[in-house]
């Protein structure tokens, strides 16, 4: 779950009445009036009685005017919305709606909260929420939505139309609890990412065990002088102390820079539907579907690497980038880094242009020349020739011990993977296996470089990238 400290603050106003016209009558006293003609029945035979509906009608309408000026103004009443947790992918956030009634009788509210496509389901129509506010006692109720998109979104106004228990009239006011609410990237669930934290425990306490003095520059412990030690390794203080001359002696850095590159490139804009299973933090009903970009799924990656990096002692970086560089964060530890790495995500968005490779490789190059881990998310594009972002691949591997994941189509694959019927089918069957093949030979020659590769559905690249991470602080590849 994303930290109290990322959630919408809540708002407050005053209700406003809508239109000039905030007066309405209700169903129940438009159906009282329609009745009214019964009394043409007898009028048949005596029309005097025809008169008996006007009389009707009128002590209808009198008594829906009489019934609307019993209510209170629409500024007697307060509306509040709050957030119970930080709007993101892939789990359902609580909405709390509360009004304030400083009348003096008790009104029966529908609400209709503005909420913009991002927070709902844009196909949709809202529904209104029902509510009873009795006098001077706050009145809540709250619902729940599924956000579709990360970024900002604004939400609107509430709209509210009030009644008396009566029920012949009713007025109509608004709230403007116009915010800026962001929603983040999904979060895996709490169990989950403790399986990963504790095999991180456990790497590491093994790397302690078996530490290994070399060439590194973090300090181990001291030793007396021994021929063909460096001079710029004596510890002249220790060696003052002593008499004779003290070496410090060093271990391999435990503590490495990782750092997460995103293409944010046209490939990235194509959506994939998926079934949400059990690790939403409020699952939606069995059978629903999700549909997320690949970036969305880069994103989720991103968030959960970067905690379990903190977590194992490692600085983290960021790199987005699209035609130009989109976001940059320098490697940093601690809560506040993470923070503002989920903030920085959370602000991407996939463009409709070819991502610019070679200059984000060029970037990374200047901010990072020591050896690091670099995730790079991104996809391949269907070419005649080699795609860009594998000569920028190759250019990180001098240096950098480089895992490059690409997200795969899960509807070509599934046409590769079918059996033609006719002959369109066959065309396409052999198109997709021909770009299957394609993609697994560029794979295979940047694997042959030292790269750590993966081919993988959007949905299972989270896991499947905090495994290889595991892999690679158990291995001290870095």
């Known amino acids: 779950m994303i930290a109290p400290s990322f959630h919408p603050g809540p708002v407050r106003a005053t209700c406003e009445p809508r239109g000039h016209w905030s007066f ?45 000026m019993r209510l209170p103004r629409a500024g007697k009443l307060t509306a509040a919305r709050s957030w119970s947790n930080a709007p993101s992918l892939d789990s359902q956030t609580e909405i709390e709606l509360t009004i304030e009634n400083n009348g003096s009788v008790i009104i029966e509210c529908r609400l209709i909260d503005d909420l913009p496509p991002a927070l709902r389901d844009a196909s949709a129509q809202p529904e209104p929420i029902q509510v009873i506010a009795f006098p001077r006692v706050p009145a809540n109720v709250r619902y729940r939505v599924e956000p579709q998109e990360r970024g900002d979104c604004t939400a609107g106004h509430l709209y509210i139309r009030y009644r008396s228990p009566l029920g012949l009239a009713e007025r109509w006011a608004m709230a403007p609890l116009v915010q800026t609410v962001r929603v983040y990237p999904a979060l895996r669930t709490g169990e989950e990412q403790q399986i990963f934290l504790a095999r991180s425990r456990q790497i590491d306490l093994q790397l302690r065990q078996t530490r290994q003095r070399g060439l590194g520059r973090d300090f181990e412990s001291l030793r007396d002088y021994r021929e063909g030690d460096d001079m710029r390794d004596i510890c002249w203080t220790a060696s003052a102390r002593r008499g004779n001359l003290i070496t410090r002696q060093y271990q391999t850095e435990r503590s490495q820079p990782v750092w997460i590159v995103l293409d944010c490139g046209r490939l990235m ?43 194992s002692g490692d600085r983290v970086g960021l790199l987005a980038y699209g035609q130009t560089i989109q976001q940059r964060l320098l490697p940093g530890r601690g809560a506040a880094h993470l923070r503002q790495m989920i903030e920085l995500l959370a602000q991407l968005r996939a463009e409709s242009s070819e991502a610019d490779h070679l200059r984000a490789t060029t970037l990374l190059g200047r901010l990072q020349p020591r050896r690091s881990l670099i995730l790079w998310v991104t996809d391949l594009a269907e070419t005649a020739m080699r795609p860009e972002v594998i000569d920028g691949a190759m250019h990180l591997l001098r240096r950098h011990v480089l895992l490059f994941v690409a997200m795969a189509q899960p509807e070509v694959d599934a046409i590769a993977q079918e059996r033609p019927k006719n002959i369109d089918e066959m065309f396409r069957a052999a198109a997709a296996q021909e770009m299957a093949g394609r993609r697994e030979l560029l794979l295979a020659r940047l694997h042959e470089q030292g790269a750590l590769t993966l081919d993988l559905n959007p949905e299972a690249v989270t896991s499947s990238v905090l495994n290889q991470y595991l892999k690679v602080k158990e291995r001290a590849m870095v």
């Not at 029309?47 to 006007?54: F, K």
């Open 24 to 68: 309405g009558l209700t169903p129940r006293s438009i159906a009282l009036l329609i009745a009214g003609f019964a009394f043409l029945i007898p009028g048949f035979w005596e029309p005097r009685l025809s008169y008996a509906m006007l009389a009707w009608d009128g002590l209808v309408l009198l008594a829906a005017l009489l019934d609307g």
């Open 269 to 311: 804009r194509s959506r994939v539907v998926t079934t949400p299973g059990t690790n939403a933090a409020m699952p939606l009903p069995k059978g629903s579907l999700r549909e997320h970009s690949k970036l969305d799924h880069a994103c989720t990656a991103a968030v959960a690497l970067a905690q379990l990096a903190l977590f």
